[in-house]
């Protein structure tokens, strides 16, 4: 009940493209979802949160869609980039302690 | 603005040796998270301090690791006895006292290697 389940493992997106990263949780309890990027070596990097009272967040080309009965949540990055190449961690917080999904790693080509 | 540090960002250790992980927080968070990350997976939560105080600690291996956070100097997480599957990235985390969802940002990590 405390798994967050992230797909795809890996993607690879044409320059310009739009990509999308999917999770799904089963604890009802999880009142905050983030996501993290993380470069090879580096620590993860906070890039965009949401709460389950709101259906969808955009940051510039980051967005987050939120189905609160459907307990899944995506990332949309549009444009992508060639620096957008990384590895994504989505995440749902309850009690202060965050439950991160598998990661995906995301190849952007130029 | 220094953001979350952790100290050392390499650390090789014989197995049977002890290994010290610190981190210092960023300015003004008093909320310390211990994650660990083994290749090619996600983080998993280890343990939740605040200043001299644990509050959770349900994801840490209940013999050899320890963690504590004292009213001076840096968080440290302490691995006694290390053992070859404890070669992991060790990630830490701070967030404010005052913030509805606890945002957190982790420092660049120690990554532990036992031979």
């Known amino acids: 009940q405390q798994q967050v389940k992230q797909s795809p493992q890996s993607l690879i997106v044409q320059k310009g493209g739009i990509s999308i990263i999917n999770c799904a949780y089963e604890?009802?309890?999880?009142?905050?979802f983030p996501w993290y990027q993380q470069f090879p070596g580096k620590g993860p990097a906070l890039l965009i949160a949401?709460?389950?009272?709101?259906s969808e967040k955009k940051e510039g080309r980051f967005t987050i869609s939120f189905n609160k009965s459907a307990k899944q949540f995506s990332l949309h990055i549009m444009d992508s980039q060639p620096g957008d190449s990384a590895t994504y961690f989505c995440?749902?917080?309850?009690?202060?302690?965050?439950?991160f999904g598998q990661g995906t790693r995301l190849t952007i080509n130029p | 603005n220094a953001g979350v540090m952790q100290n050392p960002r390499h650390l090789v250790r014989r197995r049977g040796q002890e290994a010290r992980l610190r981190c210092s927080p960023m300015k003004g968070h008093s909320h310390v998270y211990w994650y660990r990350q083994l290749p090619e997976e996600g983080l998993k939560f280890m343990v939740y301090l605040q200043k001299e105080n644990i509050i959770d600690e349900s994801g840490m291996p209940k013999e050899r690791f320890s963690a504590e956070f004292p009213k001076e100097g840096p968080s440290i997480l302490r691995i006694q006895q290390v053992v070859r599957g404890d070669s992991a990235a060790y990630f830490c985390a701070s967030s404010p006292v005052l913030s509805i969802t606890y945002e957190q940002y982790f420092g660049p990590g120690t990554r532990l290697t036992v031979t």
């Open positions: 995440a749902a917080q309850g009690a202060q302690k965050l439950v």
């Open positions: 604890n009802t309890a999880f009142d905050y």
């Open positions: 949401i709460r389950p009272d709101v």
